[in-house]
């Protein structure tokens, strides 16, 4: 295995396919996909009627879709950079980011040094449309068009924009380069260079639409048709297209659960010398070498190969050539070997060929299945008299292999001036999946794009992806959006159980742009708020949430005379949830869990505010108080407040200062708590709450009572209060690692402060003044509100106090059922991701498997960026207004420079991707035109057009 290589991941772009799925599609059904362009298209390519009409001009090419658009914002590359860029140089870049997402290694995570291996044909774009623009060198520089169309910076253009540390190296051997990349990515895995590896080739011939004139003897078929080993095949067609493919050490692939296509067993390249009639001819002696070093080092006899993938071009000399070094290389082999040659079906896509072919033979292998010959009419001779052990079929088949058999290919390229490459590859078998013995559960679905076009059109792809494999797994699905692609400004996340649930969300998802910086604010509710089984759904999912209710329910065992997991978990035959004394330790353990649960998914607070009893819980997330000693303290506050003379609480709908002007005729009752501007409690005795629910139903304000049988938060607490301070005397409080915020006195308690045990009987007399905590917790910067507990009563509140309006307010247990599963904690870490918090999703998985599937790749942006090639000359005008300012003029060359019209006086250069090349030249050209030495070090400080006009002012008046 430690020879063996990996094909990880593919991706491209061929005539007539969009994808490698279109691709196999063709090849399977045996499609041609060359085009046959009609003379309207043609001549609007720019194609002379002469040539038209001259009777060996053949109309016919294999092109690919669309090679103007590029989205180059997603690879920070200005408009006007774009436009200049060799668009082989923009298809591969974009192909390597899709062969990257294909083998899910486009994640935020390292995986070690990641070479680029690659080539491309020749440079149409720069002689036609590159050069064809007056002035375009003199702005831009020829530096800035070399980098931009030279095939020396085609590979490491792609390492810096995909920000790859293994080696890039540029390969360029005609047709043979991509293959030739493939076994170069190969040795570089091997010898440690690379630890991953991207290989292939471009080929995008311009203007696309452009058939060739056919010559008798030439290399190119005179009616547009390409039959490889066809008794009758007489030249190949041109064609354009960019593929790559993603490998990696086998033994690697498979301890981190790639998907593995195919595996490459062994490859050789060489050149063929001088020993044939001329430079461009194939060499027998060459290919039979090639072929013979490729066996010898995939360690396998050519005998077993079932499907050879050959180079075909279908030229006389060539397809003879070819079959004759096979037929040596095989002599003797035992069971028949099905040829192909992908030129059949798209033409000849130069240095894209090879890896094309290759792509072809390894689904194949994946797919188990022998591909047709596409277009084959009759066989060679040679192909029927038994002489050799190959064949052609222009039908395709199922693979069979005998018991115990292996699949294998290869796959041949062989490139104008003799250097030839070979590839051997084998089906990969991976191990059986472990069965899933537990029921499917409820995953979160993480997507993410740089624009919201993007993101939209990314969740559209992945439900059509879903619709065509309602097979998948959805915690699969959630497992590699999660781990294994790159997050992005613009998000949404969806959670569901199924396909069919997964297909309704991502269709009705809204996405949303992060905050910068969200400061987290967990909110812990008071009593009643429980419910019975409230911890039901995070227990059974999330062994951490179900070791701390196990710890706390154990530690209570003794002293409430019960299992709380009765309460907690279960259904609560006795009915004890609400009842204060089992009320009080169960809200302050499940949010405790439910707390401790969030930060060990890496969602960290700012600030806690606990309401009541939940400062309690907030106190122990702080690390402020064991959970043990917490617990102590809270059922001896419970059995205190039971034991408290009866009493009751009022919510009023109405402010602090108009519920105290009611309270004026009864001196008895006391404001219980504050919560939000219109809502306010009252507590005391039962007699005069009574009356002053008279005197508030006949004032018209509403009010509602509350089901308490004691008056909370009131002078009637003052026993259980002093009581209770003996109680926190003997406990231990230590310094907090997290800001609290006080709802006594709603003040911020900074961390690495220690409470006072005064606080707690201060706490249980006095009114819980939640609003103000709220509203010091809204002077925060992009504070999001996450109410940590059963319910949603401190998120409705909360979103009436002024100081929270407009901020994010978001409950982790809204439903007020023993839900199963526990998807409430998937979807508030969903929602906070979409608003930029780093979630270790690891965590949100609770150890259980997953598996990386293959899902769709980045929608990018469909964005023109072409020069035409003959500018059209415009009709004459009057000389263009000089600009009115120093400020103008920097904005016109700043245009000229980068491209597009969104550049203003404060857009800083860097920001809309210039880089330092141009830069430098964007100031030679101020000193040029204005006399002025701008000073580098100056502008970098401030980098926009208004800091350049002022320093180039400032320099004239000096």
């Known amino acids: 295995m430690k020879h063996d290589i990996a094909i990880v991941g593919m991706a491209g772009r061929f005539p007539g396919a969009a994808n490698v799925d279109e691709f196999w599609s063709a090849i399977a059904a045996g499609r041609v996909t060359i085009a046959e362009l009609t003379r309207g298209e043609l001549i609007a390519a720019g194609v002379a009627e002469s040539q038209l009409d001259d009777p060996a001009y053949v109309p016919a090419r294999g092109t690919v879709a669309d090679p103007d658009l590029f989205d180059a914002e997603f690879f920070g590359i200005t408009p006007r950079e774009a436009a200049i860029m060799d668009p082989q140089h923009r298809l591969l870049l974009q192909t390597a980011w899709e062969a990257l997402e294909s083998g899910n290694l486009a994640g935020e995570e390292p995986f070690g040094r990641v070479g680029v291996f690659a080539g491309a044909g020749f440079n149409y774009y720069l002689l036609n449309h590159v050069l064809a623009q007056p002035g375009l060198v003199d702005t831009h520089g020829l530096l800035s068009v070399v980098l931009g169309n030279e095939k020396d910076h085609l590979a490491a253009k792609v390492a810096y924009r995909l920000n790859l540390g293994g080696p890039a190296v540029t390969v360029q051997t005609a047709c043979s380069t991509s293959l030739v990349a493939v076994h170069l990515a190969c040795q570089s895995l091997r010898t440690g260079d690379s630890d991953v590896a991207l290989a292939g080739g471009a080929c995008v011939a311009v203007p696309q639409q452009a058939g060739y004139l056919y010559e008798p003897k030439g290399i190119t078929s005179p009616d547009g048709a390409c039959r490889p080993f066809d008794a009758d095949a007489n030249g190949t067609v041109p064609g354009n297209g960019v593929a790559m493919v993603v490998l990696k050490r086998l033994e690697d692939a498979v301890r981190d659960g790639d998907t593995v296509h195919a595996v490459i067993k062994g490859s050789a390249i060489n050149n063929d010398g001088g020993a044939k009639v001329g430079y461009t001819a194939p060499g027998i002696t060459g290919q039979i070498d090639v072929l013979t070093r490729a066996y010898l080092d995939a360690g396998v006899e050519p005998g077993t190969i079932g499907y050879l993938e050959a180079h075909g071009t279908a030229t006389e000399m060539g397809d003879a050539i070819e079959l004759s070094a096979l037929s040596e290389v095989f002599a003797g082999a035992e069971q028949p070997c099905l040829l192909g040659s992908v030129k059949a079906n798209i033409g000849h896509l130069d240095a894209a060929a090879g890896v094309s072919g290759l792509i072809k033979a390894a689904l194949a292998l994946r797919h188990r299945q022998l591909p047709p010959l596409a277009g084959l009419k009759q066989a060679r001779p040679e192909l029927l008299d038994g002489s050799t052990p190959f064949t052609v079929d222009a039908v395709g088949r199922d693979w069979k292999v005998a018991d ?10 062989f490139g104008l001036g003799g250097t030839n490459a070979h590839v051997v590859l084998e089906e990969h078998v991976p191990a059986p999946a472990p069965e899933r013995a537990d029921e499917p559960q409820e995953a979160l679905l993480t997507l993410s794009a740089r624009t919201p076009e993007a993101l939209r059109a990314a969740a559209d792809r992945l439900a059509e992806h879903l619709c065509v494999r309602p097979d998948l797994d959805v915690r699969d699905v959630a497992m590699t959006l999660q781990s294994h692609r ?10 569901a159980a199924d396909v069919p649930g997964a297909l309704d969300k991502l269709r009705a998802a809204k996405g949303r742009e992060p905050l910068r ?30 070791a701390d209710i196990d710890r706390g329910a154990e530690y209570l065992r003794e002293s409430l005379g019960i299992d709380l997991r009765d309460v907690l978990v279960g259904d609560d035959p006795e009915n004890l949830v609400h009842r204060t004394d089992i009320t009080q330790p169960a809200l302050v353990l499940h949010e405790y869990a439910l707390g401790r649960l969030l930060l060990s998914c890496g969602i960290r607070p700012a600030a806690l505010i606990g309401h009541s009893v939940g400062e309690y819980a907030a106190a122990c997330l702080a690390d402020e108080l064991d959970l043990e000693d917490a617990l102590r303290l809270v059922v001896a506050r419970g059995r205190l407040m039971q034991h408290a003379p009866e009493g009751g609480m009022s919510v009023v709908m109405a402010g602090e200062a108009d519920v105290q002007a009611h309270l004026a005729e009864f001196p008895e009752l006391d404001i219980a708590a504050v919560n939000a501007p219109g809502i306010t409690v009252v507590a005391g005795p039962v007699d005069p709450l009574d009356r002053l629910r008279a005197r508030l139903d006949a004032a018209g304000v509403t009010h509602r009572t509350m089901p308490a049988s004691r008056a909370f938060h009131s002078r009637m607490m003052a026993d259980a209060a002093d009581e209770l301070g003996r109680v926190a005397a003997g406990v231990t409080h230590r310094s907090r690692s997290y800001a609290v915020i006080s709802s006594v006195t709603g003040r911020l308690m900074p961390r690495g402060q220690v409470r006072e045990a005064a606080y707690w009987p201060e706490q249980l007399r006095s009114p819980v003044r939640y609003q103000d905590a709220v509203a010091t917790a809204g002077d925060l910067n992009t504070v999001v509100f996450v109410e940590v507990g059963p319910g949603t009563a401190l998120t409705g509140m909360t979103r009436q106090i002024p100081q929270a309006e407009g901020k994010t307010v978001i409950a982790t247990q809204p439903r007020r059922t023993a839900r199963a599963g526990g998807c409430d904690v998937l979807t508030t870490a969903g929602a906070l991701w979409t608003l930029g918090v780093d979630v270790d999703w690891r965590a949100t998985r609770a150890g259980r498997g997953a598996a990386r599937v293959a899902l769709p790749t980045y929608p990018f942006a469909r964005t023109r960026h072409w020069l035409d090639a003959e500018p059209v000359a415009a009709a004459p005008e009057a000389p263009a207004p000089v600009a009115d300012s120093v400020l103008d003029q920097v904005l016109e060359l700043w245009r000229s420079l980068l491209g597009g019209t969104e550049i203003t006086a404060d857009t800083g250069f860097f920001e809309v991707g210039g880089e330092s090349l141009l830069f430098i030249r964007m100031v030679s050209q101020v000193r040029r035109k204005f ?22 002012q400032n320099g004239e008046g000096a």
């Open 404 to 413: 115990g058999g292996v699949r294998r290919a290869a796959v041949s390229s």
């Open 486 to 495: 790159r997050h992005f400004t613009h998000r949404l996340a969806v959670t």
């Open 517 to 546: 910086r969200a400061k987290i604010v967990f909110l812990l509710p008071g009593q009643g708020a429980e419910f019975a089984g409230m911890a039901k759904g995070p227990y059974e999912r999330y062994p951490s949430f179900r």
């Open 931 to 952: 006399g002025v030495a701008v000073s580098i070090a100056d502008l970098s400080a401030a980098p926009t057009p208004r800091t350049l006009a002022t320093l180039i």
